[in-house]
């Protein structure tokens, strides 16, 4: 952090806000104040410039039409990958988590140029979409406990030699390639499709940002029961779905 306040980036919300991924902006707060932190929350809609100056942004599912137009507006922006460069964190979800990618399929049927900064390409599946309950093993080098989220797309997202896999799923499609896997990462830049909110049901991802914001390998404990009994719940209906 530059700064004594933690600056959380909520990447146009007027666009990409779709499915309650909001809610994942909220338990980072929470949780950065539930450890003293003094946090200040910048809601950036799609008319306003992305500042570069961000610890942690958030990108939430957004429908085609929007999502394409988040697309170009921030590439003509060009302030996320300054931020980026700057070593600032970033989370994805669907749409925002294909937008991170080389390029993805738009609402026109067109290939449509995404940010580059994750190496992934999605196309559209020509099956059933991917929706339902999701368990999965994240990558072990991130030390985090199961996954669980809520898929409900219809894109297929290839990984290239450029990133790791977020996690391996046990039940759900995950990226939809057939190989198991479910999202991707490098570095400080996350994407998955997990909906949920996704760091409502997985609290641990919404520590490892703020530990990688923080520069450090443990935060103080909080409580987490409420998290824990949310989590077990839907664990439990995802293992009596499979």
Known sequence: MSSSTLRVV????DLLSTYGDQGNVLVVERRARQRGLAVERLDVRSDQQIPTSGD??????????PQRLAAERLRRDGGLHRAAENGAIIFSVCAGYQILGHEFINDLGQREPGLGLLDVV???GEGE??????????????GLPQLTGFENHQGITHLGPGVRP????????????????????RDT???????????????GIADLLLR????VRALPPVDDRWYEA?????????????
């Open 166 to 185: 977020f996690a391996r799923v046990r039940v759900g499609k995950g990226n939809g390639t057939g190989d198991g896997t479910e999202g991707a990462w």
């Open 122 to 124: 999605s196309t559209r």
């Open 189 to 203: 830049v996350f994407g998955t499709y997990m909906h949920g909110p996704v760091l409502a049901r997985n609290p």
């Open 129 to 142: 979409r991917c929706v339902g309950d999701v368990l999965a093993d994240i990558d072990d080098g991130l």
């Open 212 to 215: 990688l914001t923080l520069d």
């Open 10 to 13: 909520w990447v146009y919300p």
């Open 230 to 242: 949310l989590r077990a719940e839907r664990i439990a209906a995802a293992t009596q779905a499979a």
């Open 56 to 65: 942690i942004y958030l990108i939430g599912g957004g429908e085609d039409r």
